[in-house]
């Protein structure tokens, strides 16, 4: 096993875009969580440093997602969200629009409740090894965990009950899914940034492949067209300045119409 990492030694911390600074209180405990990609669940986008005494929604701030990017570019961007960490669902309610996510889950549960469990024990039953089955038999007569809901703005980590290694679940912009595991910890050490206000910290970021654009071959590419006939290539990428230049005329309008265009901020992880 490698060991934790400390902050200061393997990561290059921008000491220019922290704001303030808050001495950390000791003694103090430094959490690494791993967040998983959404689709291709077993690539690892990003890992922090996170402080005990930090809450939840600190950690959540810090989380890069292109469903987020997306739908604020749409302008539906939903600050809804939770953590399900064991059996409780921490809420984030701290914008007024914001959505209970746990809400229709509870009614779900306790309106069916002979499908929850049939899930549960579905869910049980593939955890169990074939060998162990043998041993312990079937497992009906199992009981649902009893689940419960918290806010995601009022809880710290160091009140946080989990295990090492478990796969949690992020949720947001309604159902964009994403597995976190809380890897390690630690108490934090001398050689450790004292500042609260640099945590979380980026310990890991997948590096993000952006196309450049196809005419300039200078910019990175902000756009992109797809079955645009005037294009040596389908999909076809563009930064702003070439895709008006060679879609709209000098008076400003679109030249034609008989393609799509999309917002373009990187490709998806391999
Ligand atoms: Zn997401
Ligand atoms: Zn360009």
């Known amino acids: 096993m490698k060991p934790l990492r400390s902050a200061s030694a393997a990561v290059k ?3 220019s875009s922290i704001q303030g600074c808050i001495p950390v209180r000791h003694p103090e405990v430094a959490l690494s969580i791993e967040v998983y990609h959404n689709v291709r669940n077993w690539v690892k986008t990003q890992e922090f440093l996170v402080l005990g005494q930090q809450t939840l929604t600190e950690l959540r701030d810090k989380i890069y997602c292109l469903t987020d990017k997306d739908q604020e570019t749409d302008g539906q961007h939903n600050h809804s969200g939770y953590f399900l960490i064991e059996d409780t ?8 629009s914001a959505i209970d996510y746990s809400e229709p889950i509870f009614d779900w549960l306790s309106n069916s409740k002979d499908d929850a469990l049939k899930k549960w024990e579905c869910i049980l039953a593939g955890k169990m ?8 038999g079937d497992i009906t007569g199992s009981k649902l965990p009893r689940f419960q809901a918290a806010d995601m703005h009022k809880t710290q980590f160091c009140n946080l009950k989990f295990q090492l290694g478990a796969g949690y679940l992020y949720c947001h912009q309604g159902d964009c899914r994403h597995t976190v595991v809380i890897r390690d910890m630690r108490l934090l050490h001398p050689e450790d940034i004292q500042n609260r206000a640099a945590y979380p ?3 890991f970021q997948l590096k993000l492949h952006v196309q450049k654009c196809r005419v300039c ?10 079955n645009d006939k005037w294009t040596p290539e389908n999909p076809c990428y563009f930064c702003d300045n070439c895709y008006f230049l060679l879609h709209y005329t000098k008076d400003g ?18």
């Not at 669902?89 to 007024?96: A, I």
Request: hydrophobic share 35%; aromatic share 12%; proline share 4%.
């Open 13 to 15: 911390v921008k000491l």
């Open 201 to 203: 910290i980026l310990l």
């Open 217 to 226: 071959r200078i910019y990175r590419a902000t756009k992109m067209t797809v």
């Open 129 to 136: 090894q074939k060998h162990k089955k043998a041993v312990v």
């Open 89 to 96: 669902f921490y809420n984030d309610l701290r914008d007024p």
């Open 253 to 270: 309008s679109l030249q034609y119409q008989d393609f799509e265009v999309h917002d373009y901020h990187h490709d998806q992880p391999r």
